[in-house]
């Protein structure tokens, strides 16, 4: 007679193997279990122990790790139990299993790790279950893990928005810049988004923060000025040049419809020729750049200004971002275009989020990542009609590095 068990495979407290059913034409196997009477009841709810038995129950089909390749189900014998602490009747604690679900506990963390890597809908095939099950499984853990917002150690931020559909429906991003780490997301744009994130920190964090890095959106520039007026603001680089390269556009445009019919054969299709950076044009791209640069005078200057543009972010001296700023304003004001001088307006009204760029050469660039791993989050289907779940997962996409790089 063969002394192997399966026993150890279930090394449940408080409850012992009675009896083990296989079915082979489902590739199932159900693992009877029933309380250990050595041992005192415990009551689910406090883990007081209790006195009084109030009734026996059974709880059948609880899905357990599969064992080789046959599923396993429990079907256990539990008890009802008087609970004086409580003062009511509870069911009995059991070690491997919470009351009311219909997974243990060991499943469900291996779920968790699944969800780390694989869709909720294949999870939830893997092991057939609900997707909402899986989700709910997943987003337990999550809460555990990242529901608390971890301020400790900010120094330097970065605040931008992802969209989450078409529209308007956005959700908040803050960084910390230094780790990596995305601290917070909230629903929305607003100031009261932002008012959200700051109110759980105390004056202390607050005052610890020395730059936040953003785009020029007035509702993210009022909140960090009326919670950390210290902080310096730096307006980013890849969104000022974006706001350039509109402007560029429209010029193109107008110039287009106001040219000959030869020239306009020229500016057909010259939109990213223009945006585009020198060195990443292709062979056929350059000489219909030059070709085009050399008969529209007004195209050639924002060409250039494009390129200058750049420049104010390269130094790291506030007077020399200034000069070269001043210097540019007063090269594009040669372009007569409503749209430009628009542009110089909005520069000259936010310039000094662009010079603070000189003391703390930060950007939202590292959003950016962010928010192109954060579509691929969405692309595969997490699910997410819940705000709060999609934060979750953002979250432990990005918990950040540790760095000593502090300016």
Not at 69 to 92: F, H, Q, S, T
Not at 185 to 200: I, N, P, Q, V
Not at 218 to 232: D, G, L
Request: proline content about 2%.
């Amino acid at each position: 007679m063969s002394n192997l068990s399966i026993a150890g495979y279930f090394p449940f407290m408080r409850v012992k193997i009675t009896q083990q059913t296989i079915h082979n034409e489902a590739d199932s196997a159900i693992i009877h279990l029933k309380q250990d009477l050595r041992y005192r009841p415990l009551c689910h709810n406090c883990q007081s122990p209790a006195l009084t038995v109030h009734a026996q129950g059974q709880r059948r089909f609880i899905q357990d790790l599969n064992l080789a390749d046959k599923a396993i189900w429990l079907d256990v014998e539990y008890r009802k139990v008087w609970c004086e602490p409580c003062n009511g009747v509870r069911v009995e604690h059991l070690s491997f299993c919470d009351a009311g679900k219909r997974v243990t506990h060991r499943l469900a963390r291996y779920i968790y790790d699944l969800c780390k890597v694989l869709t909720i809908k294949e999870v939830a095939k893997r092991f057939d279950l609900h997707p909402e099950t899986v989700k709910e499984i997943d987003k337990s853990f999550l809460a555990q893990e990242f529901s608390q917002t971890d301020y400790s150690g900010l120094k330097i931020l970065a605040i931008d928005e992802i969209a989450l559909k078409k529209g308007h429906n956005y959700m908040t991003v803050v960084l910390d810049y230094l780790t990596g780490r995305v601290v917070w997301m909230g629903e929305d744009r607003s100031k009261e988004t932002l008012d959200e994130f700051f109110a759980g920190m105390t004056d202390e964090q607050k005052a610890s923060i020395q730059a936040v890095a953003m785009d020029m959106w007035e509702a993210y520039i009022n909140r960090v000025k009326h919670h950390c007026p210290q902080a310096k603001i730096v307006f980013d680089f890849f969104h000022v040049v974006q706001g350039f390269s509109r402007v560029i556009d429209k010029i193109r445009r107008d110039e287009y419809l106001s040219a000959s019919r030869e020239d306009q054969e020229v500016l057909k299709g010259s939109r990213y020729l223009l945006l585009k950076n020198q060195e990443n044009l292709t062979d056929k791209q350059l000489p219909h750049l030059q070709k085009l640069l050399a008969m529209n005078e007004t195209l050639n200057t924002v060409y250039l200004l494009k390129d200058q543009l750049k420049m104010i972010y390269y130094y790291e001296d506030q007077d020399l971002a200034r000069q070269t700023l001043d210097d540019w304003c007063t090269m594009a004001e040669s372009v007569k275009h409503p749209s430009m001088q628009a542009f110089i307006n909005k520069l000259r009204f936010f310039e000094y989020g662009i010079l603070n760029h000189a003391d703390y050469p930060i950007g939202t660039s590292d959003l950016e990542g962010v928010n192109n791993k954060i579509k691929l989050i969405k692309r595969r289907a997490y699910g997410y009609h819940d705000s709060d779940y999609f934060a979750l997962k953002v979250k432990q996409a990005f918990p950040g590095k540790k760095t000593t790089n502090f300016f």
